[in-house]
């Protein structure tokens, strides 16, 4: 009886879409892009998520299939909730980005609204420094879907613009 719990269980949860976070990746139409006026951190979110496909980040925009114009990027931390000594219970962290978008031939893209996206974490004051690493990580993760909606936004308009 369990084993066929076992069975079914794994079929239904197949069957339902459910994957791992992270497993879902973009998949990558451009070869080569090019980041303009992005941060380090941005910089390093496009490496990250484009190592897992055969693109790249290059120099020079006359290369690219993709361009990534940062208009704006906004990073922010505040303090949701104070414990009874006045010292912050749980921190959110909002990152906004307004980028412009050109295809292969200097084509304009539209890029859609600017990309917003919060995430809160609790700041337990016992452990200060995994708190800190949790933060990176947090950050990093930020940084990688940030990328992946650009990439994502930028291939939809290729693909609506082919038809």
Known sequence: MKKLFIIFLACWLSACGYH??????????????????????????????????????VKKAKEADLQVKVVEEKLKRRSVSLNFSGRSNEFELGYRLEVQLVGA?????????????????FNDQQDILAKSNEEKVILRELYQQAVRTI???????????AK
């Open 151 to 161: 990439l994502e936004r930028a291939q939809a308009q290729v693909q609506a613009s």
């Open 20 to 57: 791992l976070r992270g497993a879902g990746q973009t998949t990558v139409k451009f070869k080569k892009v090019y980041l303009e006026g992005a941060s380090g951190a941005l910089r390093d979110g496009f490496d990250e998520v484009l190592r897992l496909s055969s693109a790249r980040v």
């Open 105 to 121: 031939g200097n084509a304009p893209l539209p890029a859609g609204k600017p990309i917003q996206i919060i995430r809160e974490y």
